[in-house]
């Protein structure tokens, strides 16, 4: 008799829905439009990009940019605004009010910044208007090969026989990388030194060079040290295995008991931006994660690509300030920790 097959995770649940619905958004959405579709834009629009040109979230924009401007007949000129941790740019989403911005961000700054930085002077729950979610991506929990684990069990072992010998890395207080290292050393009463870095970059030669033992990293940022052997990987951060290292196992399968987690990118636009414009855009981003070019250019970058309708991203939001809020505060995690 065949085992029942596991329930979904909530995040399963959301990306599934999202994804049928997104045939029907296509082409409702242009005939819901109606007069709005033909009115807006009237002239170019600003797509701000909270980090640097050349970035992940940069890319994206960019390829959504490009079919936006074909399909709605104005430039959508991406605009670099990079700082805070993505929280400037994403700010500048919030509080643009000449109906003709819109941008994207990523999962800290437009889900958890309030949380861990309550001086934030917006507040994502509710001064971003969710668009479409566009790409994720599972991150890795990668050592030095000094580090004599092979396991996640091992690490854990490694670290309880050697409190406070161990550093990670991360990109900063409050970034996913952080977070889930967190709730690791959190769940095991593990004492290790958390040292953020300006960049994943920066972070990844660290662990290469050996300065920092641990790390959990962006996929797309770690797997060609992962093959090289220059790091060694663990486990996956993601519901399923990863088709890019399928012999790693999900940190679920490694014992830990945790819901799968990943970094994402998602488009936005200001709070209060009509209901029919927000679902144009939605469809149209669809549109434009479906052309080939786009895909593998998204994909060369690490990422899944995903599409979304607005619900699925709210729900996604929603969903990571419940899951990392409780952690961010019971561990009085803030930006400069």
């Known amino acids: 008799m065949a085992s029942p097959r596991p329930a979904p995770s909530r995040r399963q649940v959301l990306c599934g829905l999202a994804a049928a619905s997104l045939a029907a958004l296509a082409s409702g959405a242009r005939a819901q439009g109606g007069a709005e579709a033909a009115a807006w834009p009237q002239r170019p629009v600003r797509v701000i990009v909270p980090f640097p040109g050349g970035s992940t979230p940069d890319i994206a924009a960019r390829a959504v940019a490009q079919h936006f401007q074909q399909v709605f007949g104005q430039p959508f000129v991406p605009d670099n605004r990079a700082g805070g941790g993505g929280t400037i740019g994403t700010d ?16 800290g700054p437009a889900s958890t910044a309030r949380i861990l930085n309550p001086a934030l002077p917006y507040d994502p729950a509710t001064d971003l208007a969710p668009v479409s979610l566009l790409t994720r991506l599972p991150f890795v929990l990668v050592v030095h090969p000094s580090v004599p684990a092979r396991s996640v ?18 990109v900063g207080a409050g970034t996913l990388g952080h977070l889930l290292m967190a709730e690791l050393a959190a769940r095991h009463g593990l004492e290790m030194t958390h040292v953020p870095y300006r960049s994943v970059p920066q972070a990844v030669t660290e662990l290469v060079a050996g300065r920092i033992q641990a790390m959990f990293a962006a996929s797309g940022a770690v797997l060609g040290q992962v093959r090289e052997g220059t790091v060694r990987g663990l486990a996956v951060s993601s519901d399923t295995r990863f088709a890019a290292v399928p012999d790693l196992p999900t940190l679920r ?3 830990e008991p945790v819901e799968g987690a990943y970094g994402w990118i998602g488009l936005f636009a200001p709070p209060g931006t009509p209901p029919e414009r927000v679902a144009r855009l939605a469809a149209e981003a669809g549109a434009a994660l479906a052309a080939p070019q786009t895909r593998r250019a998204l994909e060369a970058a690490g990422f899944e690509v995903v599409g979304s309708d ?5 729900m996604l939001v929603a969903a990571e300030i419940g899951r990392w809020g409780p952690l961010i ?8 920790s």
């Open 92 to 107: 500048a989403i919030a509080k643009a009010t000449d109906g003709h911005t819109i941008g994207v961000s990523i999962g």
């Open 153 to 170: 069990a091992e690490l854990v072992a490694h670290a309880k026989a050697h409190p406070g010998a161990l550093n990670y890395g991360s």
């Open 253 to 255: 399968e490694a014992g």
């Open 310 to 314: 607005p619900l699925a991203l709210r």
């Open 329 to 336: 505060r019971r561990l009085g995690i803030r930006p400069e």
